[in-house]
């Protein structure tokens, strides 16, 4: 069993075929960060994604003499291959070094995980989107090293989105483990950035300060076009699963599937009840155990094209027409409680319901996404 998961894994690690563009990525800056960690005890919060080329950064640094002591992984595990949600497990890398779930029993690192730590290296591919969970990750990660004086040192990574914020601002009221903090669904910052921010703005508890330092991209560009060299998650296997990512997410608070269960999750969407020309057919796959509408023909639309960087907008078309689409009976149930937490307030799912157009719901985040810029420009690296 676990050598079929192995080979999945590569396989769809192999299938990637996106690549970086040219400057060199935070972790791939080893000759800045290597000597940091010479005689120290070495913590990494990693994941699949988290590679020099093809090499993982826990073998780069055990071929360097560097003591990697511990190691976390975020949803999806170190492995990459857990599905949304599921519950990941301890385990070890190469029989001898810890693997410690931050998404099992355990959100935040432990004061016994980090007792010996001299040093953490943060080094988690984003998406750039606030509910994508390695964001809260990142947030109980720094408050664990603020609490128990441990150094982090974030090796920094851009996203699809560094360059354009978009939606309403999360309310308080509605944080949770898909959105701790006040910011737009596309907040336009890098990690690292995004880390400084979290500091800078006392989102710590009690306002604590993490000792954090940047290993910054180099020759990094807002302007310029960014590829995925791995999938960051199972069920976002391609560039344009990517970029729809923002506005098909919310789709995951309603009846409505986003093709998880087929070869093209996060590039369709559709329902049983829907009366579209295009189907698709979920069945259990390496990216989900158990897909909405398993094993049911679900009507819907195809999304599958060339999307390149410049499609750079929270799109509502899909909800707004999928919600006027349904049936009455399937109105009255189309969100569920996760949506709320998603789109970060409970006005959206009311406008959708009161029909208002697109423009005018766009109107409704304007103050918010404007006083949001001016929080962002305070941490922003790069041009």
Partial sequence: MKSTKSILILLIINSFHYLSFSQNLGIENISTYRTLLDNKNVGLVVN????????HLVDTLLALGINVSIIFSPEHGFSGSFNAGEYVK????????????????LKKPSVDHLKNIDILLFDIQDVGVRFYTYLSTLHYVMEACAEQGVNLLLLDRPNPYTDYVDGPVLESEYSSFVGLHPVPIIYGMTIGEYALMINGEGWLKNKQKCNLSIIKIKSYSRSKTMYFKFPPS???????????????????????????????????????????????????????????????????????????????????????????ASPLDYKKIFFNN??????????????????????????????????????????????
């Fill in 90 to 105: 301890d385990t070890y890398y190469r029989d001898s070094i810890p693997i410690i779930s931050l998404y099992g029993e």
């Fill in 234 to 324: 199972p069920n976002l296997p391609t560039m344009n699963s990517i970029l729809l990512y923002p506005s098909l997410c919310l789709f995951e608070g309603t009846v409505i599937s986003v093709g998880r269960g087929t070869d093209f999750p996060f590039e369709v969407y559709g329902a049983p009840f829907l009366n579209y020309p295009f189907s698709f057919y979920p069945n259990p796959n390496f990216g989900s155990k158990k897909p909405k509408y398993n094993q049911e023909v679900c009507y819907g639309v195809d999304l599958r094209r060339n999307i390149d960087n410049d499609y750079k907008k929270l799109n509502l078309d899909f909800l707004i027409h999928a919600y006027n």
């Fill in 338 to 383: 996760f949506f709320n937490k998603l789109a970060g307030n409970n006005k959206l799912q009311l406008q959708i319901i009161n029909n208002l157009s697109e423009d005018s719901i766009r109107e409704s985040w304007v103050n918010g996404i404007e006083s949001f810029l001016l929080v962002r420009k305070k941490y922003l690296l790069y041009d």
């Fill in 48 to 55: 699949h994604a988290s590679r020099i080329d093809n090499t």
